[in-house]
């Protein structure tokens, strides 16, 4: 992804619900993207499968797959792809899944779509797919509709039906956020070992470290419609350099933690993404703007993201050290 800009028209104005954004990803890994809601992820990611509406809404910059510029691909070849090469699973299976049809039939569907395959070669693909997400009695499952599954069997189902055609890109949003914590791991391991088997790139998103450094590889930090942050998972978590991704770590709670410990929330709320204001889009949240030594100003000047390891902020590479690990390291512990 180069320069992503997704922007709507709307009766306020324009929304710049994502204003630049860049990442790659290698077949193979997993990139969490997190951040707060309304921040931009899944506005993003919709507009690699061209799901946004082109009459209210600007798409610009550059998506690659494999080869292929999707921006400006159109959607009959973008029907080809969803589903088959880039998948997607979301939050709610509930809302993903059609209650009139049975599980093993939406599983088989594109199946039958992209590979031509007939009915009964389908279904027996549905029943292996059911089987590799751990349903058990696939065979006789396969024919039960989705309110007849538990929410974790649903999202399960919802994970067969997203692999079935083998993407070369699995878009997860938000994929555990409806489940409870134990079947939220079990649901993270499952797609973890689905991707050892299929090869599959992940993209992760959450607002969820604990999920984040469960599954990523590489993390990318969103605040208000850009990345601000972007390096390997164990950077990230344990060498942040940006402030925001600062408070996402003091805000929280940690199993080894105190008792007592105070849990820290970020103060304030998110830039309207109406007018963004001209500076660092963190700004008004930020504790450290007056600790900026350079020419550069918080409040006009707009931090870059640089290539590879590193984070949108004025502060000095010294800085962006020293302060984690003085002043927020000793309130993780
Ligand atoms: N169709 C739309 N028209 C106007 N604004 C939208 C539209 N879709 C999303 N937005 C706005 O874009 C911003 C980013 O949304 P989203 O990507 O869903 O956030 P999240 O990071 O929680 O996934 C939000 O402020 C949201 O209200
Ligand atoms: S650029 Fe300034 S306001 Fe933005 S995160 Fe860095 S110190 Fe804070
Ligand atoms: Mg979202």
Same mark, same amino acid.
């Given at each position: 992804m180069r320069d992503l800009r997704v922007h709507f028209r709307t009766e306020d104005g324009v929304v710049k619900a994502v204003d630049g954004l860049s990442f790659d990803l290698e077949r193979?890994?997993?990139l969490g993207i997190v951040g707060e809601s309304g921040s931009g992820k899944s506005v993003a990611n919709q507009a690699v499968l061209g799901?946004?509406?082109?009459?209210?809404?600007r798409v610009s910059g550059e998506i690659h797959l494999d080869g292929q510029e999707l921006t400006t691909t159109g959607e009959r070849k973008l029907e080809r792809l969803r589903g088959n090469k880039v998948a997607m699973i979301f939050q709610d299976? =509930?809302?993903?899944?059609s209650p009139y049809h049975t599980v093993g039939r939406q599983i088989a569907e594109p199946f039958r779509k992209h590979r031509g395959a007939g009915r009964r070669e389908a279904r027996e693909r549905a029943v292996e797919m059911l089987g590799?997400?751990?349903?058990?009695?696939p065979r006789k499952r396969v024919d039960?509709?989705?309110?007849?599954?538990? #929410?974790?069997m649903r999202q399960r189902a919802m994970i067969a039906m997203a692999l079935v055609c083998d993407p070369d890109l699995l878009i997860a949003d938000e994929p555990t956020t409806a489940l409870d914590v134990t079947v939220q791991a079990q649901i993270l391991d499952l797609l973890m070992e689905l991707q050892q088997e299929f090869g599959s790139a992940i993209i992760m998103i959450t607002h969820d470290l604990g999920v984040v450094s469960q599954v990523s590889d590489d993390v990318l930090v969103m605040y208000a419609g850009r990345a601000v942050e972007r390096g390997t998972v164990?950077? %990230?978590?344990?060498?942040?350099q940006h402030p925001y991704t600062?408070? =996402?770590?003091?805000?929280?709670?940690?199993?080894?933690?105190? %008792?007592?410990?105070? =849990? %820290?929330?970020? #103060?304030?709320?998110?830039?309207?993404?109406l007018h963004a204001p001209p500076g660092c889009p963190f700004a008004p949240r930020c504790a450290f703007p007056g600790e900026v030594a350079g020419p550069a100003s918080c409040e006009t000047d707009r931090p870059a993201l640089p290539e590879g390891r590193g984070a949108a902020c004025h502060l000095s590479a010294e800085q962006k050290r020293?302060?984690? %690990?003085e002043r927020i390291q000793p309130r993780l512990r």
């Open positions: 193979g890994r997993t799901l946004h509406d082109p009459a209210n809404t299976p =509930l809302t993903a899944l590799k997400v751990g349903i058990p009695n039960d509709y989705p309110h007849q599954f538990s #929410g974790g164990h950077e %990230v978590l344990h060498r942040p600062w408070g =996402l770590l003091t805000s929280m709670p940690r199993l080894t933690g105190d %008792v007592g410990q105070e =849990l %820290v929330p970020i #103060g304030g709320t998110p830039p309207s993404l020293t302060f984690f %690990v």
